[in-house]
Every structure is written in structure tokens, then in C-alpha cells.
């Protein structure tokens, strides 16, 4: 793997961050894009394609306002890179804020994302990576 899968994957944040779907659309590999959820959400089903997953993430926005996503580290899997972020939201009709750490593991070709897998620890995502601590 490349430096340049690292860029990937944080361009795809910036996009998701700043709501540029176009930008989203031009990362993700139009035919094969997998979304696998974490396994704690309740909506475990994994989103194909580039439509099911927008629309995803457009309910999401819906259901908490503010959404953001930061990177506190990226690792190298030399196949894979594995993503530690911090979620955080308001909570809908307050002022108040939530907040979720999740590992994402995004697997690309040809500077394509191929597919995302949430994880709720990092030693998950790097076992599922093919690394382990």
C-alpha cells in the first residue's frame, strides 16, 4: 500500500465532514463499495453501493444534527488502512453533545474504496486487518 491510500481515506472524512457527496461518489469504487456496520449498531445489514450508503448517512444527519467525524490515528496495514475516529453529535433539541469512538478498517484498489468495516476496538479492526498487538 501507498501513502496515497492514506490520502484517500482522509479525503473521504474532509468529503463526509463538509457534506461534499460528489467528492464522496468520486472516492468510492461505484461497483463494488461495501459499508459493513458495526456490530453494536442496530442496523448490522451492510450497505451496497454508493446509494444505499448516502442515504445512510443522509438519515444519519437527520437523526444527529452536527455530525462529525475526527482522525486520531491511521495506521498502514500495507493492504489496508485502519482508521481510529472519534464521532461526535448534538443531541437533537439540546445543547448537549455525544460522542463515539470507532476503528474503521477501509480496504482499497487502485485508489478506490472498496469497502468499510466498523469496528468497536481497535485490536478487532487490526486482527481483521490481518495485525495484531
Known amino acids: ?13 474532509a468529503a463526509f465532514n463538509d457534506r461534499r457527496l ?3 461518489a468520486a472516492l468510492l469504487d461505484p461497483g463494488e463499495f461495501r459499508w459493513h456496520p458495526n ?7 451492510p450497505r451496497k453501493g454508493y446509494d444505499e450508503s448516502v442515504a445512510f448517512l443522509e438519515a444519519q444527519r437527520k437523526a444527529l444534527p452536527g455530525l462529525h467525524t475526527e482522525i486520531e490515528e ?11 475516529v472519534r464521532h461526535t453529535a448534538r ?3 439540546s445543547d448537549s453533545e455525544i460522542e463515539r469512538q470507532e476503528v474503521h478498517v477501509w ?17 478487532e479492526a487490526l486482527k481483521a486487518a490481518g495485525l495484531s498487538e
Open 1 to 13: 500500500m501507498s501513502q496515497g491510500n492514506v490520502e484517500v481515506v482522509r479525503h473521504v472524512y
Open 91 to 93: 443531541v437533537p433539541g
Open 107 to 123: 480496504s482499497l484498489r487502485d485508489g478506490k474504496v472498496q469497502a468499510l468495516r466498523e469496528y468497536t476496538t481497535r485490536e
Open 39 to 45: 456490530p453494536e449498531d442496530p442496523e448490522r445489514e
Open 22 to 24: 460528489d467528492t464522496l
Open 74 to 84: 491511521m495506521i498502514d496495514t500495507g493492504s489496508d488502512v485502519v482508521a481510529v
